[in-house]
Nanobody
Framework: QVQLVESGGGLVQAGGSLRLSCAAS????????MGWFRQAPGKGREFVAA????????RYADSVKGRFTISRDNAKNTVYLQMNSLKPEDTAGYSC???????????????WGQGTQVTVSS
């Protein structure tokens, strides 16, 4: 069993930056791929970014490519999402999750955190 807790969300002006953290407990996440997803009110869950278990490969949604960076520190059992040049359309609840596969499909992720809210004002 893995417990995931996200932090770092908040209110920021357009063009600003935030760094989200996803801290894991219960067991090591070093053998899992990790992903970040977001969900805005009235919309479905959207893939944001993923990273392989050793951090060697990453993948991004087109909407965040060049602005967001996913990284991980397996020694700290933590995954990060650095978000720069934020836009109002980035406003959503952001959640991290584990998967045994390096994938963009949320159905293949098993353990999920509760999420942290990001609000970008124009």
């Amino acid at each position: 069993q893995v417990q995931l807790v996200e932090s770092g969300g908040g209110l920021v002006q357009a063009g600003g930056s935030l760094r989200l953290s996803c801290a894991a407990s219960g067991r090591t996440i070093s053998t899992y791929a990790m992903g970040w997803f977001r969900q805005a009110p009235g919309k479905g869950r959207e893939f944001v970014a993923a990273i392989t278990s050793n951090g060697g490969s990453t993948r991004y949604a087109d909407s965040v490519k060049g602005r967001f960076t996913i990284s991980r520190d397996n020694a700290k059992n933590t995954v990060y999402l650095q978000m720069n040049s934020l836009k109002p359309e980035d406003t959503a609840g952001y959640s991290c999750a584990t998967s045994s596969r390096f994938t963009t499909s949320h159905t293949l992720y098993n353990y999920w955190g509760q999420g942290t809210q990001v609000t970008v004002s124009s």
